[in-house]
């Protein structure tokens, strides 16, 4: 669900390093009753350099009870499970830079048009009063 109903989130495209070089990520996960799945925030991962640990910065205690595989769709992109006793992971992985593809494109036309079409509702059903918002009853 985007906006209206939340605010749109979006992780930041990392191009491909000019040298060939890659980026290392860490990122923060929050686990319900003991479980992720979901997206990493990044594509094209190298799959040995991916680490899980119960701290930031590789703190903690490495955990080994996670899998990682990829949709057959975008063969670029990662999707992890990590089930583990703790409230949150970091995991830590090399890329070498995104691949931009349609759905992130279609993702941000979407949310600029959900927030336009939501100020046109305001515009039409509300009164604008000096830069405020306030809707009649």
Same mark, same amino acid.
């Given at each position: ?62 955990? &080994?009870?996670? *899998?990682?595989?990829?949709? !057959?769709?975008?063969?670029? /992109? @990662? ?41 046109? &509702?305001?515009? *039409?059903?509300?009164?604008? !009063?000096?830069?405020?918002? /306030? @809707?009649?009853?």
């Amino acid at each position: 669900m985007g906006y209206p109903e939340q605010i749109d989130v979006f992780k930041d495209k990392l191009n491909k390093k000019a040298n060939g070089g890659s980026y290392v990520i860490e990122e923060k996960l929050i686990l319900t009753d003991g479980i992720y799945s979901g997206l990493l925030a990044h594509d094209n991962i190298n799959n040995q350099t991916i680490a899980v640990y119960s701290g930031p910065h590789y703190s903690g205690i490495e955990l &080994r009870n996670f *899998s990682v595989s990829f949709p !057959d769709d975008a063969p670029w /992109r @990662r999707t992890i499970r990590v089930f583990a006793e703790v409230p949150e992971v970091y995991v830590t992985y090399e890329t070498p830079g995104d691949t931009v593809e349609a759905d992130d494109i279609n993702v941000l036309q979407w949310g600029l048009t959900a927030a336009q079409s939501e100020l046109e &509702r305001y515009k *039409s059903e509300g009164l604008i !009063d000096g830069g405020t918002f /306030r @809707r009649e009853v």
